[in-house]
C-alpha cells in the first residue's frame, strides 16, 4: 500500500513535471488516452475500421518521414515496402498457414531485404534521380505480381486471409497499440545517436564524411528501418483487409504518404502521423459530399501548405511553445522567462 | 396569458416537428447502392437503382408479410478505381452506420472481394452489379455457409464474355466468306495493354484456328494511346479481313477513328467499351462506322417484353442507353423484391434460400443461379439461350443497332436464337472493293 502510494505520488510527479509543462506533450497524452479509451465511449464497427486503418497509415507515414525526412533520401516509391510486407505475409498465411502473428514480423524482414535491394543501388543517387529510381521498383514488383498470376493471385491478388483477431475490439487494440509502439521506437530511434546523425546526412553529407563516419552505412540502415516499419504497416493491412493486392503497390500509395507527411511536418514523426488522423479520417467525413471529395482533400492541403509550408504541426507548434535561445529548452508560448534557465524569451 | 400563449406554441411546434420527422409509411428497406459514383460505372448503378426504387414506390411499395414498406436507398462512393481502402470504409459505413438492409453494386474485381467479405461478416445480401471475375462466385462454393449472402447480378462471369466475342468472331467470319468469297479468313488481334485483356488474348490465340481462320498477329497498343499509325501500319500489311478488338478505355476511339480514316479493309470485331456510349460517334467523328462491339443494351432491340420498357425509360429519363452497371434495376425489381415479398420478411437467410432457387426474367433476358460441377449452388449467373447472352451491336451510318444474336445456335441441335429488333451486319464498303 505504502509502496503503491510512492509510486502514484512519483507517477504524479513525473506527469506534473514533465508533460503537463508543454502544451504538445500534453496533445500526445490526450491522444493516447482517446486512443486507448476510445471504445469505452463508442464501439460503432465504421468508427473502429476508420481507427484501424488510419492507424495502420500513421506507422507507413512514419516510416516515410524516418528514411526520407531524416536522412533526405527522397523515397517517392515507398509502397514497394508496403506491398512486399503486405504480399510476404499474405503468401506465408495462404501457402504456408503461418499465423498472421508469425507472418506479419516476417513480411517486415523480407521488406528489410527490399530495403536493402532498394539501397545499394540507389547509394550514389540524389535528389530527383533518387526520387524517379525509387518510384519505379513498386512498378517493376506489380509486373512480376502479373507475371506470376499462380503465386500472386495477379489483378485480384491473394484474398482469404485471416485476421489478427477475430473480435472488433481484440483487431483495435492490436492495431492501436502496434501504431503507437511502433511510432515511439521511430520516434526515439531519430532521438538518439543514429537519429543525430541521419539528420546530418540530409543537412551536410559531405561534412558528416569528413568526421569519419560511415554515411554510407548509415543511408542503408535508413532503408532497411523505414523498410521494417513500412512492411509491418503492410503486413497488418492485408491482413485486417483479409487481400493483398496490386493496390498495395500503385504509385498513389506512395504519393499518399508523401502528402501525409509533408502536411504534417517532415523530420518529426510526429507529424505525419498527426497528418494521416487529420486528413483520413477527413476523407471519410466529406463522403456527404461524393462529387468534392478530392476537391476538398486538394484544396485544405493546398492552403496548408501555402500557409504552413514546414508542415501543420511544425506550425502548431510554434505557436503553443517557444524554445529557450540560450538552453535551447522549449516553453509554453506565455510564458516569459525560461523555465529551466530563467532566461528571457522574447 | 402570455405564459399560455407561449406553452401552446412550444406544444405545436413539437407536434409539427414529430409530424415532419416520422415517416407516413414507417419503416422502410434501405438498400445501399456502392459504386464509383464519379465514373460512368458508378452513375449506371445509381441510375438504375432509383428507377427501381420509384418504380417500386409507385405502385405502393413492397408487400413484406402484412407490411407494405417503401424502398430507400442509400447512395455510397466507393472510389474503388483509386482507392480499395476507401471502398471496404463506404460498404462498412453502409452497414453499420446507415444500417441498410441489403447492397447492390461494386465493380473492380480486387475492391468487390474486399468488400464481399465485410458485407459477408454482418449477413447482409450483396448482389454484385460490375465485377466479371469467377473467384468473386467461386467463393460462394468454396465456403457456402459465410458467402451465401453474395450473388451475381451482372455481368456474365469473364469465362462466357470470352465464348460471346469468339461467337460474334464466328457470325461475322461467316459473313465474310459468305459476301466476300474468301476461303479462308485472316483475324489481328489487337488488344490494349492490361491485365484483363492478356489472357483473353492468349485464348483467342488458340481458338481462332480451331474457328477456321488465321491469325495474322497480335498487336498490343497503350489503352490511353492518342496514336496507333504505326499499329495500323503493320495490321494493313498483314493483310486481315478481321481485327478482334479488346478495347475498354480511351484507345478504343483512337482506334477506331484512325482505322476509318485509313480506311483498313478489315471488320472490327470484339470488345470495345467507347463504342458501347452514344458519344462514340461524335468522338470518331464517323470514322468508327461499322465498328461491332458486345454490349448489353440497345435502342430498338427486345430480348423479352421486360427490355423495351426499361430501355425506353432510361433513355427518356437519362438520355443515353444504359449500360450494364445500370442492371441494379433488375436486381432490385426482379431479384431482391419478389424474393421479399414471397417469404414475407427481410430475413436474409430465408431470402437466399428462396432467391438461389428462382429463375426470374430481366430486361437482359432470363437469370438463372448456376451451380457448380459438383452441384454446389455459386450464385453465379448461367449464359446462353434462354439465359443472358449479351448483344452485338454495330455502328451504321451514326446508329448504333443490334445485331446479334441473329439466327445464333450456340451448338449443334440447340434452338435458334433471334432477338426482335436484330438487324444484318454491314460490312465496310471498302472491303469489297
Known amino acids: 500500500m505504502v509502496n503503491a502510494g510512492f509510486y502514484l505520488k512519483r507517477f504524479y510527479t513525473i506527469v506534473r513535471g514533465e508533460v503537463l509543462v508543454l502544451p504538445s506533450r500534453i496533445i500526445v497524452a490526450l491522444f493516447f488516452i482517446i486512443l486507448l479509451g476510445l471504445p469505452l465511449v463508442s464501439q460503432n464497427p465504421y468508427l473502429i475500421r476508420v481507427v484501424i486503418l488510419t492507424s495502420i497509415f500513421a506507422i507507413l507515414a512514419a516510416s516515410w518521414d524516418l528514411l526520407s525526412g531524416f536522412t533526405g533520401q527522397m523515397n517517392f516509391g515507398h509502397a514497394l515496402f508496403f506491398g512486399v510486407g503486405a504480399y510476404t505475409s499474405a503468401l506465408l498465411n495462404i501457402h504456408l498457414q503461418i499465423s498472421p502473428w508469425g507472418g506479419v514480423p516476417l513480411g517486415a524482414v523480407a521488406a528489410v531485404l527490399a530495403g536493402l535491394i532498394v539501397g545499394i543501388p540507389c547509394l550514389r543517387l540524389k535528389g530527383t534521380y533518387l526520387a524517379l529510381t525509387t518510384m519505379a521498383f513498386p512498378i517493376i514488383l506489380m509486373g512480376i505480381v502479373f507475371a506470376l498470376p499462380d503465386l500472386t493471385g495477379g489483378e485480384l491478388g491473394i484474398s482469404g486471409l485471416r485476421r489478427l483477431s477475430n473480435s472488433l475490439l481484440g483487431n483495435y487494440y492490436i492495431h492501436v497499440v502496434a501504431m503507437l509502439t511502433l511510432c515511439t521506437i521511430m520516434w526515439k530511434i531519430t532521438d538518439s545517436h543514429t537519429g543525430i546523425i541521419f539528420h546530418a546526412i540530409r543537412e551536410d553529407e559531405l561534412a558528416v564524411r569528413a568526421s569519419g563516419i560511415n554515411t554510407t552505412r548509415y543511408k542503408l540502415l535508413a532503408f532497411c528501418l523505414s523498410g521494417l516499419f513500412a512492411g509491418l504497416s503492410g503486413g497488418l493491412y492485408a491482413h485486417y483487409m483479409r487481400i493483398a493486392g496490386p493496390s498495395t503497390l500503385e504509385v498513389s500509395m506512395s504519393f499518399s504518404v508523401v502528402i501525409w507527411a509533408v502536411f504534417g511536418g517532415l523530420a518529426t514523426i510526429y507529424g505525419p502521423v498527426a497528418a494521416v488522423f487529420i486528413l483520413f479520417p477527413l476523407l471519410e467525413f466529406v463522403r456527404f459530399w461524393p462529387e468534392y471529395r478530392a476537391l476538398i482533400f486538394a484544396v485544405i492541403v493546398l492552403i496548408i501548405l501555402l500557409y504552413m509550408p514546414e508542415g501543420l504541426i511544425h506550425w502548431v507548434r510554434d505557436k503553443i511553445e517557444k524554445e529557450c535561445p540560450r538552453c535551447k529548452i522549449r516553453n509554453v508560448a506565455t510564458r516569459n522567462t525560461c523555465r529551466i534557465c530563467t532566461a528571457a524569451l522574447d | ?433
Open chain 2, 1 to 433: 396569458m402570455k405564459r399560455v400563449t407561449f406553452g401552446w406554441s412550444f406544444f405545436v411546434t413539437v407536434c409539427l416537428v414529430i409530424f415532419i420527422s416520422v415517416p407516413v409509411w414507417g419503416r422502410t428497406i434501405k438498400i445501399g447502392v456502392i459504386g464509383p459514383m464519379n465514373f460512368v460505372q458508378g452513375k449506371g448503378h445509381w441510375n438504375g437503382a432509383i428507377m427501381a426504387a420509384d418504380e417500386i414506390n409507385a405502385k405502393g411499395g413492397v408487400q413484406v408479410g402484412k407490411e407494405k414498406m417503401k424502398i430507400e436507398l442509400v447512395k455510397s462512393d466507393s472510389n474503388e478505381f483509386l482507392s480499395m481502402t476507401d471502398a471496404t470504409n463506404a460498404i462498412e459505413r453502409l452497414i453499420t452506420s446507415d444500417k441498410v438492409d441489403f447492397i447492390v453494386g461494386g465493380f473492380r474485381t480486387e475492391s468487390v472481394l474486399a468488400m464481399q467479405d465485410i458485407a459477408m461478416d454482418n449477413k447482409k445480401i450483396f448482389i454484385g452489379c460490375g465485377a466479371a471475375h469467377p473467384e468473386i462466385c467461386l467463393r460462394v462454393a468454396k465456403d457456402y455457409n459465410r458467402y451465401k449472402y453474395f450473388f451475381r447480378g451482372t455481368p456474365f462471369h469473364s469465362g462466357y464474355l470470352v465464348r460471346t466475342s469468339f461467337a460474334h468472331m464466328g457470325f461475322v467470319g461467316a459473313i465474310l466468306k459468305k459476301e466476300l468469297n474468301i476461303p479462308k479468313v485472316k483475324v489481328a488481334i489487337v488488344a490494349e495493354k492490361a491485365v484483363w485483356a492478356d489472357p483473353m488474348v492468349e485464348a483467342a490465340q488458340g481458338v481462332i484456328p480451331k474457328m477456321g481462320m488465321d491469325v495474322v498477329g497480335v498487336w498490343r497498343p497503350s489503352d490511353k494511346a492518342t496514336d496507333v499509325t504505326a499499329e495500323l501500319a503493320a495490321i494493313q500489311k498483314a493483310e486481315p479481313h478481321m481485327i478482334f478488338t479488346m478495347f475498354s478505355a480511351s484507345v478504343g476511339i483512337t482506334f477506331s477513328r484512325q482505322a476509318g480514316e485509313l480506311k483498313i479493309p478489315a471488320i472490327q470485331v470484339g470488345i470495345n467499351v467507347e463504342a458501347q456510349k452514344d458519344g462514340f460517334w461524335e468522338a470518331t467523328k464517323g470514322m468508327g462506322n461499322y465498328v461491332f462491339t458486345m454490349n448489353t443494351y440497345a435502342r430498338g432491340v427486345e430480348v423479352n417484353e421486360l427490355t423495351k420498357p426499361f430501355v425506353d425509360t432510361y433513355i427518356k429519363r437519362f438520355g443515353e442507353v444504359p449500360t450494364y452497371t445500370a442492371d441494379t434495376y433488375s436486381a432490385i425489381l426482379h431479384g431482391l423484391v419478389p424474393n421479399i415479398e414471397a417469404v414475407g420478411s427481410l430475413d436474409a437467410d430465408k431470402i437466399v434460400a428462396r432467391m438461389e432457387n428462382e429463375e426470374s426474367n430481366v430486361p437482359s433476358g432470363r437469370i438463372k443461379y448456376e451451380k457448380d460441377a459438383q452441384g454446389r449452388p455459386t450464385h453465379d449467373l448461367t449464359w446462353g439461350p434462354g439465359y443472358l447472352t449479351s448483344l452485338g451491336v454495330q455502328w451504321q451510318d451514326g446508329k448504333l443497332v443490334a445485331v446479334w444474336p441473329n439466327k445464333w445456335v450456340a451448338a449443334p441441335g440447340a434452338p435458334e436464337v433471334t432477338y426482335k429488333g436484330m438487324v444484318p451486319v454491314k460490312i465496310p464498303p471498302w472491303m469489297k472493293k
